[in-house]
């Protein structure tokens, strides 16, 4: 159980081009999805957490116009990067967090999507 | 806001030893303390996690230990095998929203 998923697993692009992450949880219902991005040998920094409905709220630092979140269901949360650069390039994880599991509290992450961006 | 520090960064213990990291933090308000383990190229997977309404918590060859006094919490793993070598992280919530706060984590090797 608590199954989270993410697709693509890799995705490779073009400078300037948008990519869209999908993530969803399979068995139980996502109040609060939180996107994460993680550099090689280092540890996971929050990008944003949405709730379902709702706007996303950004961590700081981070560019809401370039990294657009939606989270359009319960089950279903989108991460956009658009115009996407060379140090864009990153490992993206997502969790979520809901129905599933002894608390609201607890976060079940996705299998993360390899971004590189030529 | 909240501050989690893990240590030691790296550990490599024999097969069949026990291995220990340790974390602090630093916002009495946190409650929440989960530990996950994310091997190569994958996303982090929840192992063991503690409230702060018990001192700790066991499950098969793995514990947590929560010392709400000292602000610190350790994760306890027997009988290591090859299998337990990934990286973990600990972590502690904070805001209402649930948000985890992360410590750098630890590269645990595991011997045959």
């Known amino acids: 159980g608590a199954v989270v998923s993410q697709h693509p697993s890799w995705v490779i692009c073009k400078s300037g081009t948008s990519v869209k992450i999908e993530c969803r949880s399979l068995?139980?219902?996502?109040?609060?999805m939180f996107w994460y991005r993680q550099f090689p040998k280092q540890s996971l920094m929050l990008m944003a957490t949405?709730?379902?409905?709702?706007?996303?709220?950004?961590e700081q630092g981070v560019e809401k116009d370039k990294f657009l979140i939606n989270h359009a269901s319960l089950t279903l949360s989108t991460l956009t990067v658009t115009s996407a650069h060379p140090e864009d390039s990153s490992f993206y994880i997502c969790?979520?967090?809901?129905?599933?599991?002894?608390?609201?509290?607890?976060?079940?992450f996705g299998p993360g999507t390899r971004l590189t961006v030529l | 806001g909240e501050n989690v520090e893990q240590h030691p960064s790296t550990l490599s213990v024999q097969e069949g030893d026990s291995a220990v990291i340790k974390c602090t933090y630093s916002?009495?308000?946190?409650?929440?303390f989960p530990w996950y383990k994310q091997e190569l190229g994958k996303g982090p997977q929840l192992i063991i996690d503690?409230?702060?309404?018990?001192g700790e918590k066991k499950d098969q060859r793995i514990a947590v230990t929560l010392n709400k006094t000292a602000k610190h919490f350790s994760l306890h793993i027997t009988e290591t095998q090859p299998e337990d070598s990934a990286v973990y992280f600990c972590?502690?919530?904070?805001?209402?929203?649930?948000?985890?706060?992360f410590g750098k984590g630890t590269k645990l090797s595991v011997k045959p």
């Open positions: 969790s979520a967090s809901g129905t599933r599991g002894p608390s609201q509290d607890t976060q079940y």
């Open positions: 068995d139980f219902q996502a109040t609060t």
């Open positions: 949405s709730n379902e409905g709702s706007k996303a709220t950004y």
């Open positions: 916002d009495s308000a946190s409650n929440y």
């Open positions: 503690i409230r702060s309404n018990v």
């Open positions: 972590a502690a919530n904070q805001g209402s929203q649930g948000n985890l706060i």
